[in-house]
């Protein structure tokens, strides 16, 4: 199974908004996180933002549902590919 994004997916995702680039500066000021330990519960990180919330950045910007659709892995989930008429 592929774990790398491919180049076409990467080309896939257009520039962030400013909304979307305003949520995404929050979440990198959590930086990586701490995980959790017997005693701690630990802290969420930057990746563990986008990944909860990836719904509302995928709503502000679309093109992230178009590349993870490109994905061979999960593909399927998001059935046959088609392209807006235009």
Known sequence: MQRQNTPDQIAAVA??????????AEAFKLGAGTPPTASAPGTPGALDVFAEYFASFAALDPSLITALAMHPGIRHYFGPMTRPRS
């Not at 520039?15 to 995404?24: E, M, S």
């Open 15 to 24: 520039p962030i908004c400013d909304r979307g680039f305003a949520l995404a």
